[in-house]
């Protein structure tokens, strides 16, 4: 076991957080249960890129129960709590990683988990298995697979595979029922104004709040802005969400002129440049400007640093850019992922995250026990339906079941009404 974190003595803090999670993640602590029976990953690597925090380090604990030698890095520089990535070291797991990594020493992380020869790869952005194709070419005759949390990972998987670039099997456990319309939905919501809201102080209700993108993790934001009271505008390029999100009581407008109205601006499209060049001309003083989206590209710093006069941090995670006309825009943790960048970003509800590394887990199994060729596929139905299944046994919710009369009358094509 070897690691490299900020600080080994906060494992006893770390360690707390993880006792508390695991309380609240009872689909993932069954799974561990089940593993440590069988040991499905006896003998095996496992390679991550996630955001080091306890609810991940909870994953490395339930892969290490299966029998897996756990190897572990942050996917983004800012994400990492470093008391989280102590405890996890001082449970047996190769850690690297620390908040507030430089682009070099992000990079140098991801190759030291790659120096122990994965055989499986779990990534959040595809970092990782790009690395993988671009840099560590020798590696992949030996890695059996990977699986990738994110939409803006699938979206760049897929584009790979279209080229026939990819060298192994991805499961795209995003795409699964019971990763995008929870994890993505309600618990990019839920983080995503968590964080803002510790890391402002402000009052969401009555403000207008553009939402840039109405994707599942869109939709999330749009709900929860509205439930606290505020004023929704939603950006779209896509005429079907579009509707969808008009349908859905918010008002839908071109970004240039919604930005005009703007107390809060929140981009969740996975695109660059969302918000750049002349939207800065434009956007009401006063707006705080935050990314959901894994990367940050959405919003231009860089053209908002040059078209500033002068900025400055006037606040933990907070830096404010004075306008040649006089107007004050407020970024959040430097456009990065904004529910876990911050200094108070927490990520997504233990409750979400236990569905989510749970199809981890089980996709990473069926990886081993199932031969694909490269390309990105499906978290399989079974898979999906079993994490729902124990959710729904875990809350104490039981539902029905077709009788044989009612399951024969649905396969029946001749029976009339």
Known sequence: MSYKVKDISLAPQGKMKIKWVQRHMPVLEHIKKEFEKNKPFKGITVGSCLHLEPKTINLGLTLQAAGAEVVMTGCNPLSTQDDATAAGASMGLNIYGWRGETDEEYYQNIHRVLDHNPDILIDDGADMIFLVHR??????????????????????????????????????VNDAYTKYLFDNRYGTGQSTFDSIMSTTNILIAGKTVVVCGYGWCGRGIAMRANGLGANVIVTEIDP????????????????????????????????????????????????????????????NRQDLNKMSVRNEKIKEDIEEFVMEDGRNLYLLADGRLVNLATERGQGHPAEIMDMSFS??????????????????????????????????????????????????????????T
């Open 135 to 172: 840099e560590r070419k020798e590696l992949i005759k030996n890695i059996i697979g990977a699986c990738e949390e994110t939409t803006t990972g699938i979206h760049r998987l897929k584009a790979m595979a279209e080229d026939k670039a990819l060298k192994f099997p991805v499961i795209a």
């Open 359 to 416: 199809l981890q887990a089980l996709s990473a199994k069926y990886i081993l026990e199932t031969k694909l060729e490269s390309g990105v596929y499906k978290s399989p139905d079974e898979i999906d339906n079993t994490v729902a299944k124990l959710k729904l046994k875990a809350m104490g919710i039981e539902i029905d079941e077709l009788t044989r009369k009612q399951a024969d009358y649905l396969e029946d094509w001749k029976e009339g």
């Open 240 to 299: 079907i969400r579009a509707l969808e999100a008009l349908m859905d009581g918010f008002r839908v407008m071109k970004i240039g002129e919604a930005v005009r109205y703007a107390d809060i601006l929140i981009t969740a499209t996975g695109n660059i440049d969302v918000v750049a060049g002349d939207h800065f001309k434009v956007i009401k003083d006063g707006c705080i400007l935050a990314n959901s989206g894994h990367f940050n590209v959405e919003i």
